[in-house]
């Protein structure tokens, strides 16, 4: 177990040495037991573990010391762990088992510890309590190490608690770590700890518990064995998981890697025990069973485990004699599920590591849209050697489509199917500056063509292209350049925003439409043609439609169309009521009809405003807190002009 520490620009990990020094003290009651028995944790995570000693949080030095220290922990342990006030502030209940009592998992301790983040109160009483439920039921005496920067926060008194739970028969001894506390906080901490049959151990600052270390660490003998497993090939050592387990039990205890250069080596309470190794340089990942090793105080076991050497597997697909990218799966003999796969590359084929055995081989060509394949089976692969396999595709052609307009490229869709086949193979779009490129295996092909350019998506097929091995067919596919369509709706000469719709010559359903504004047309590309166009005024209620019929686009030119709408007129009215205006609902209709066209609300501040066509209209006024209705019939609207209408109560 090491010490680190620095002196001048001093640094030392404080708690590290408290730990150590709880459990390293000869003849202290309870310290030596450590080895032989369980171990509790309590940390303190409360807010002010943020504090700063020497320059570092005490929650950091915390976590970097417990982390060291359980790396040196005897794998027999049972080791358990209780924190307080890392989940929510000012809660006296925030206490957490964060891991049971149980076979030591150093993995899993370290990264519990790493993960608390002070938040805050210090219920030490709490937290005792519940360790000591825990251990009611156990006939071994447990180890109790508290870390603490304080008191208690919440009501309780630790000190009496420890005691009437010793008193009534809890088998634990208790050492207590304070860690930069006031004498006030010590003196609570040092009753605890001799309440609980331990020791107190004071952390004030680096260079104080550096002298304090030196009087009182040494290195207890350590009562167990330790077991060296070691996993070859051939004889030689490779890298591997060992797993540690009691005898006849299913969970492992712990695990450790043996490598090439050093066994998997742990330290052992007196007993026996089972290993399991797994290889996972193989993608079987086989595994041997070692049971029934006993390790005894003092000795060193030894055991050597010899797995099958394996062979390799070099997978080279080919196309016109080069490498190429594929992808590379390897199939126990007869099986349908592969066991492992990988990519070959330009540059280096797939290559496995595999257990002596039949295999079978399935490749994939993802170059081309229709990922051909190629099985070979009945490979068998030998311990020790290596195996080597060509496997040849056929070389594709390349098929470049180019659509155009007027002689000039432009973006379309281009859809490859396999000849008379329906369903399109793969696709692409081209663009102004590239044709739509594909790499096809040798055969016949058919193209289709779609410009969505223009409303219409006209569509050109083309048939039977033929694609030879390492060969570039070129296809130029013509479209019928398109034509434009402005069309600018005015009123009294003004272009205003309507809705346009276009529609072939003579057909309902329209084929596409736009808005017109106040700045500009609408503005259609269309295929050469005859087209009826309907623009709509949303602008008035009535909502009135111009159509045009007739109108012929050629390819290459501009057809403009003005549509001329009536201009509007303004109606405004004031509901009024003792010489005030009032808010009423006020309807609008043509004159004589019962149905309303429109309606708004007035206010005591503004009128209810229409835009109306020219014409005749009614008006009816409503006053709902009273339910009298106000009508006034034959009110003219003309273009360009405001009628202004009062509506008396």
């Not at 030490?124 to 447990?142: M, N, P, W």
């Not at 290596?386 to 002689?407: C, M, N, Q, W, Y």
């Not at 692409?428 to 594909?438: Q, V």
Request: aromatic share 8%; with cysteine.
């Amino acid at each position: 177990m090491s010490i680190r520490c620095k002196i001048g620009g001093f640094r030392l990990s404080i708690a590290f040495f408290a730990i150590t020094a709880v459990m390293m003290l000869a003849g202290v009651a309870g310290a030596t037991k450590i080895q032989e028995g369980n171990m509790m944790f309590i940390l303190d995570a409360s807010g002010s573990m943020w504090g700063q000693v020497e320059g570092k949080a005490k929650i950091a030095i915390a976590k970097e010391v417990l982390a060291e220290l359980i790396e040196e922990l005897p794998d027999g342990l049972n080791v358990g762990l209780v924190a307080y006030g890392h989940r929510r502030k000012g809660d006296c209940n925030d206490v957490e088992e964060l891991v049971p009592l149980g076979a030591l998992d150093k993995q899993n301790l370290i990264k519990k510890i790493k993960a608390l983040s002070p938040r805050g109160k210090t219920p030490i009483t709490l937290s005792v309590k519940i360790t000591a439920e825990k251990l009611k039921t156990l006939e071994d005496e447990t180890t109790i190490i508290l870390v603490s920067d304080g008191k208690e926060t919440c009501e309780g008194d630790p000190c009496a608690l420890v005691k009437e739970l010793r008193e009534s028969g809890v088998r634990f001894v208790m050492h207590v770590i304070g860690f930069d506390v006031t004498a006030e906080e010590r003196n609570q901490l040092e009753c605890i700890a001799g309440a609980g049959g331990g020791m107190y151990y004071a952390a004030k600052n680096a260079g104080e518990f550096q002298m304090a270390a030196k009087k009182v660490i040494k290195q207890p003998e350590f009562k167990g064995g330790i077991l060296e497993v070691k996993a070859t090939k051939n004889g030689k050592p490779f890298t591997a998981w060992v797993y540690l387990h009691r005898s006849g039990e299913r969970k492992h205890m712990t695990y450790k890697h043996s490598t090439e250069k050093r066994p998997a080596s742990f330290k052992l309470l007196p007993g026996v025990y089972d290993i399991k190794l797994r290889d996972d340089t193989v993608p079987e990942k086989p595994e041997v069973n070692v049971k029934g090793l006993e390790v005894k105080a003092g000795e060193t076991l030894e055991r050597t485990v010899e797995f099958t050497e394996e062979g390799f597997l070099e997978v080279s697909p080919m196309k016109a004699g080069k490498l190429f990218t594929a992808w590379v799966y390897i199939h126990r003999s007869g099986e349908k599920k592969h066991l492992t796969y990988k990519h070959s590359t330009e540059k280096r084929p797939a290559s496995f590591k595999l257990l002596p055995g039949v295999y079978d081989i399935k490749l994939r060509d993802d170059t081309v849209p229709e990922k051909p394949v190629v099985n070979v089976k009945g490979v068998e692969v030998k311990a020790g050697e290596t195996v080597e396999r060509i496997v040849e595709f056929a070389g594709e052609g390349v098929l470049e489509v180019s659509p155009v307009k007027a002689g000039k490229p432009f973006g379309a869709w281009v859809y490859i199917h396999r000849s008379g086949e329906k369903k399109h193979l793969t696709y692409k779009h081209s663009t102004e500056k590239r044709p739509a490129s594909f790499k096809l295996l040798p055969g016949v092909y058919d193209i289709k063509v779609r410009d969505d350019s223009v409303p219409e998506k006209p569509v050109v097929n083309v048939k039977g292209a033929e694609i030879k091995a390492g060969e570039t067919v070129e296809r130029i596919v013509e479209f019928a350049g398109e034509g434009f369509l402005e069309v600018s709706p005015v009123k009294a000469g003004e272009l205003f925003g309507a809705w346009v719709y276009i529609h072939r010559s003579d057909e309902k359903k329209h084929l596409t439409y736009k808005r017109s504004s106040g700045k500009k047309p609408a503005s259609f590309k269309l295929l050469p043609g005859i087209y009826d166009i309907k623009v709509r005024d949303d602008t008035v209620p009535e909502k009135p439609v111009v159509s045009v019929k007739g109108l012929e686009v050629k390819s290459g030119e501009t057809l403009e169309r003005t549509v001329a709408f009536t201009e509007e007129g303004f109606l405004d009215v004031s509901p009024v009521k003792e010489g005030k205006q009032f808010a009423a609902w006020v309807y609008i209709h043509r004159s004589g009809e019962k149905k309303h066209l429109t309606y708004k609300h007035a206010t005591e501040r503004r009128p209810a405003s229409f835009k109306l066509l020219p014409g005749v209209y009614d008006i009816k006024v409503k006053d709902k807190p009273t339910k009298s209705v106000k009508e006034i019939r034959d009110i003219t609207i003309e273009s360009g002009e405001t009628q202004t209408v009062e509506a008396a109560f």
